[in-house]
């Protein structure tokens, strides 16, 4: 998900507030079954329901294929709901008829869910196993509702994203840390070779679009990787925790691939180093594996930078 299920588990509240959602739409469409979902361009998944018992197939938890959802036909750029009375009698729904039809849902109202910088989150809809009319007073009250939960998800994604590169901030690798299970993994502890001299000489604004395309590359190092994380410090220092348990040889070529990926820029003179340590210990804190990384790090950049080091006691 583009904002990951486990980031909204730490969320203040969010539980609470996703059921006053789902409480004030029912006040205004008393008669719909709602839902909460979060979807990214492949998935959807259904967070909460504001019923429990329904003849519709639809549970809290279930992940759908977007490809069959109804979300996927709404349009996040205009931010416009999506409305189908009957579906029974819409033209160009023939694909999902079917399917929808095995749901029991006869109509549905979707109404996007985005933060501020545009971001899709998910839906609140409305389904029912009957035709509906949904006048567009209550429709224009849902969007409010809707734009008030979307304010709040953003406050909390400052809580736990760095604001300049978007990546995981320090708060968020210590929950992370504190509150999942950790018998195993590895930190790598990243500092940037030659960042100073960008900003004196090129300015704070070419070192800030540069930190900004470092944590682009390492996303795309890592997408689709649930058990890593990248994480931002500050300045250009940078941490990306594996979850598992990686063979040395997988860190190794871990490592080559990200200094190969951060060795290469057209106006700058630039590169990283990367100190590791790998753990086996549930009991270990992160202040300590912070402080064994570092010390490796250090050892990669007085060997000569642009390289990795292993801890090792």
Not at 38 to 56: F, P, V
Not at 60 to 76: K, P, Q, T, W
Not at 117 to 128: D, M, P, Q, R, S
Request: one cysteine or more; aromatic letters at 10%; proline letters at 2%.
């Amino acid at each position: 998900m583009n904002i990951q299920f486990e980031e909204l588990k730490m969320y203040t509240n969010f539980d609470d507030l996703a059921d006053d959602l789902l409480d004030l739409a029912k006040e205004i469409l008393p008669e719909q079954l709602f839902y909460l979902s979060a979807i990214d361009d492949a998935e959807q998944l259904i967070l909460k329901l504001s019923d429990d018992q329904t003849s519709m197939h639809v549970t809290e938890g279930m992940v759908v294929d977007l490809n069959y959802s109804l979300c996927r036909r709404i349009d996040f750029q205009t931010k416009q709901p999506l409305v189908y009375e009957d579906v029974t009698k819409e033209p160009n729904l023939d694909g999902m008829k079917e399917i929808l039809e095995q749901a029991n849902v006869r109509s549905y109202l979707g109404i996007p869910i985005s933060l501020t910088n545009g971001e899709k989150f998910g839906t609140l809809c409305a389904i029912n196993d009957e035709a509906s009319l949904f006048e567009s007073k209550s429709i224009e009250l849902l969007q409010r509702i809707v734009r008030l939960f979307s304010y709040y998800l953003e406050l909390e994604r400052f809580v736990w994203r760095d604001t300049l590169t978007d990546l995981y901030n320090r708060r968020y690798l210590m929950n992370r840390f504190d509150t999942q299970p950790h018998e195993v993994g590895a930190l790598f502890f990243l500092d940037l070779d030659g960042f100073k001299k960008i900003n004196d000489v090129y300015g704070h604004d070419a070192g800030d679009t540069v930190l900004q395309e470092v944590a682009r590359r390492l996303q795309s190092l890592i997408a689709g990787r649930t058990s890593v994380c990248a994480v931002r410090l500050g300045g250009d220092e940078f941490v990306l925790h594996f979850a598992c348990c990686d063979s040395q040889e997988t860190l190794v070529r871990q490592a080559d691939e990200i200094l190969s990926c951060l060795s290469k820029w057209d106006a700058y003179d630039l590169t990283a180093s990367i100190g590791i340590v790998s753990y086996k210990d549930s009991d270990i804190s992160l202040k300590t594996l912070l402080r064994q990384a570092d010390i490796a790090l250090y050892e990669a950049k007085s060997s000569g930078k642009n390289r990795y080091k292993l801890f090792n006691e």
